[in-house]
């Protein structure tokens, strides 16, 4: 099944993906829902960000060719993760399928993208097993972990480099039908052109285990979204690139760059 | 004026702390609202954490005495930030005013507080300068950023040793009326007995400086709050210790600690 959270004559709701229709919910999937018998073409709906957690979740360095890349391009010896450690970010960086991500007037060219899975949490949750993690899950959506590389360098957090406004597109939508992650690949396009492949269960930690080790600390609520980090290297992004970032069984987010003058 | 977040009959709701009495309104602080003309003893409600914030900022180490005791206990230099880098941290850290902070079973005894003032954004904002920084402010609270030391030195990030559920005690509720931030006092106790006290304007970036950066990329939003780090350092707080982060002027914030077992 697949959630859609849209806009259409000035409301927002949930709404269920079916071929080009969409069926609309009152309620939402985190809780109680309802079809209200109205449907609507996929096409004539503004599609707006999944949803806005209530804490945003982010993995880092989670994909070992990727550490060795970033390694590499900072002049440092790659240095991979020994424990799942988890990170935070700006809800207001979220914007959804279609929307612009706007380079700031003055950043450098290094704007890149990092396409990721992300874990999307339909239950309150605490010390879960491994085993049982994936339990907790509504679904799956995909993110576009956009990121200033000078500042990732320049600054002590990532505040900036990775949560600037319109930096997180997430979407189009949460596939709650993910037989088998292993089977997955993340197919990362510029304007058209195939820029990346991989398998995206490659993980140095996989998200059973991040929910897992989170869980025994914080309490996952509904809603809450955990970007599952990104492989490979990305090319600077410029002013008129469209980035499409695939995620085979999910769907695909796409998303036009503009830069702020 | 003194906005208080509050529970009473199984209702939530936001109220004017006037004296004794709680003036109940409909809606909230950060958009509309009107008195209800229900009154409260404030000895009757619940207090709940003043504001949930769609993004939770918080600033590390922003106090010279802080950092030098910091690094001093980590065996390193001391290393102050030569600019404003915020952070983010996780919702579900957030407990009110009277609410037990809970150490987990497997945590060491290294659980130390941090009094905090933390800025309630209250007008959307982007832009801004210095000077007008302050004004998109609805008021300050006191947060309590407690945070286990060895989790601290061990994680690449701060995940768990800062956002571990019961971790950010906030409240007990928003001042809007702080004429002088330079006049301002941050007086931390243990079980009564004053173990810190500290100007809590004495910071390396000031909280309009902070306001003014992080705007000039993100979005500020009502609800938002910005934890502005604290000064000094803590003893080990144990099972059964209360701790009241009292900031002059603003009011005082008081847990409980309680391990688990």
């Not at 071929?19 to 985190?30: L, M, Y």
């Amino acid at each position: 099944m697949r959630w859609v959270r849209f806009s259409l004559s000035g409301r927002t709701a949930f709404g269920i993906l079916e071929g080009e229709r969409v069926v609309e919910v009152a309620g939402d999937p985190f809780s109680d829902w309802d079809k209200t018998g109205q449907v609507h073409r996929f096409a004539d709906v503004k599609v707006e960000v999944p949803v806005i957690p209530k804490t945003f979740y982010a993995v880092g360095l989670n994909y070992p060719q990727h550490v060795r890349e970033v390694a590499a391009k900072r002049g440092v010896e790659p240095d991979l993760p020994s424990q799942p450690d988890v990170g935070y970010r700006a809800n207001t960086g979220l914007i959804a399928h279609g929307a612009p991500i706007v380079i700031p007037a003055d950043a450098t060219e290094a704007v890149q993208y990092e396409g990721e899975i992300v874990a999307v949490i339909g239950k309150t949750a605490k010390g879960l097993s491994e085993d049982e993690a994936l339990g907790c899950l509504l679904g799956y959506t995909i993110g576009n972990d956009v990121s200033e590389r000078t500042w990732q360098k320049s600054d002590r957090t990532l505040w900036r480099a990775k949560n600037t406004d319109t930096f997180a597109p997430m979407g189009p939508w949460i596939e709650t039908d993910v037989p088998d992650l292993d089977a997955l690949e993340t197919i990362v396009r510029v304007n058209g052109a195939e820029s990346i492949r991989f398998l995206t269960n490659a993980m140095l930690f996989g998200i059973a285990t991040f929910l897992s080790t989170i869980s025994r600390y914080i309490t996952l609520v509904p809603g809450d979204v955990l970007w599952m980090g990104t492989d490979g290297s990305s090319p600077n992004l410029k002013h008129g690139d469209v980035v499409d970032v695939e995620i085979t069984g999910i769907g695909c987010l796409t998303n036009p760059v503009i830069k702020a003058t």
